[in-house]
């Protein structure tokens, strides 16, 4: 076996413990798709109450709308992760200990775990999820094949900066020790400023700018741009630019991070 092969042989096997463990909760999943469903149901009535015939607000008509619900709540499903929250549980039962005599890169082995985690997702909750809103609803296809196709890259962005974020989260349980407040405050703001909830043109001018200077909007409105045409080529991989730039700006920020917090640990528990 290459030197290369055996450095990323534990990794793999990390992807393959996220993938096993969440098979004990499948039934959660069986029971996300009919929480996404209804999270799709619960908008499109919303929307529906919002426009009018042929209306179009802030570039988006009724149809688009719709789309861009449904196919926001779809990805999410495959993006999201509970890293912070593992870490967090860790930290204070002390099982953090374990994880720090491997001789892996602990950023990895958590954001691989997350993988395996999103794979089983995307088998098990995503594309069913997709497939019964997709027969429910008016949803629109996506631009054009490119568009697709950027669009996937996207989406692939949108697990990095999740994976990443999770992390830098998790990381501050180490100084913090308690951060499930903190978790669930990071919930929040991201499902707000990532666009999912409300597109981002719908923000006021000011605040869009601000807004634009962060990586948050990366999540989830600039793949469901990219899905919508909203975007032509050129700018369509411009923000793919843009977005695995915040990608690799905060993998660099979280290995910072913990390597900085590594220096103060406590272990608890036991």
Not at 157 to 181: E, N, V
Request: hydrophobic share 55%; with cysteine.
């Amino acid at each position: 076996m290459s030197e290369m092969a055996q450095t990323l042989a534990p990794y793999a096997g990390f992807t393959r413990v996220g993938f096993i463990n969440i098979l004990a909760f499948r039934l959660r999943y069986f029971t996300g798709i009919v929480t996404y469903s209804l999270n799709v149901t619960i908008y499109y009535f919303i929307w529906s109450a919002v426009y009018h015939p042929g209306q179009s607000i802030a570039g988006y008509n009724m149809s688009q709308m719709i789309t861009y619900v449904s196919v926001g709540w779809m990805i999410r499903s495959f993006y999201t992760n509970t890293i912070d929250q593992e870490m967090a549980y860790e930290v204070i039962e002390g099982k953090i200990a374990m994880d720090l005599i491997k001789p892996v890169s602990v950023q990895w082995m958590w954001i691989c775990r997350a993988m395996g985690e999103s794979a089983f997702r995307l088998g098990l909750l995503t594309l069913p999820t997709a497939l019964v809103v997709a027969f429910v609803f008016p949803m629109e296809g996506p631009a054009s094949r490119e568009h697709f196709f950027l669009f996937l890259l996207s989406t692939l962005g949108s697990f990095f900066l999740m994976a990443a974020i999770g992390f830098l989260i998790g990381t501050c349980a180490i100084p913090l020790k308690s951060i499930l407040s903190l978790v669930r405050a990071k919930q929040w703001v991201i499902e707000l400023l990532s666009g999912l909830l409300l597109p981002m043109s719908f923000f006021p001018e000011k605040i869009r700018i601000v807004l634009a200077w962060l990586p948050f909007e990366h999540i989830a409105y600039t793949p469901l741009q990219i899905y919508l045409g909203k975007l032509d080529r050129a700018q369509a991989w411009r923000a793919l630019g843009i977005e695995w730039f915040w990608v690799a700006a905060l993998l660099i920020l979280a290995h910072v991070w913990w390597t900085h917090s590594l220096r103060r640990v406590t272990i608890q528990g036991g």
